[in-house]
């Protein structure tokens, strides 16, 4: 079981930049066996992937925040992080932090939220122009 805790949301100018942080407190794998992702949803719309890390560290984006946004991680702290820079207004949603156990070390994690099992409670991001 994962717990994944999620800060830093809040409002930002068009431009502007947040920082998102995701602590995860893990109890039968230690962090470093799990896949991390970043997703954000707005209301009435499905969960979109936005950042994933696999456990090697490969790093895919969705073409929308590729260049703009960073997707990193502290294995000693169990953090995961999202540097969102140059931010638009359509990058208002509220966005999650979730996990999967992957139980091969090599490749990319998956950015389509059905793959994921454990989620965050999210954080509001509002972008305004």
């Known amino acids: 079981q994962v717990q994944l805790v999620e800060s830093g949301g809040g409002s930002a100018e068009s431009r502007g930049s947040l920082r998102l942080s995701c602590v995860a407190s893990?109890?039968?794998?230690?962090?470093?066996?799990?896949?991390m992702a970043w997703f954000r949803q707005v209301s009435g719309k499905e969960r979109e992937g936005v950042a994933a890390?696999?456990?090697?560290?490969?790093?895919r984006y969705v073409d929308d925040v590729e260049g703009r946004f960073t997707i990193s991680q502290d294995h000693a702290k169990n953090t995961l992080f999202l540097q969102m820079d140059t931010l638009k207004p359509e990058d208002t949603a509220m966005y999650f932090c979730?996990?999967?156990?992957?139980?091969?070390?090599?490749?990319?994690?998956?950015?389509?939220?059905?793959?994921?099992?454990?989620w965050g409670q999210g954080t509001q991001v509002t972008v305004s122009s």
């Open positions: 979730a996990a999967v156990r992957c139980p091969i070390y090599n490749g990319f994690a998956p950015l389509l939220s059905s793959a994921y099992e454990y």
């Open positions: 893990t109890y039968s794998y230690s962090y470093s066996f799990y896949c």
């Open positions: 890390i696999g456990r090697d560290g490969r790093i």
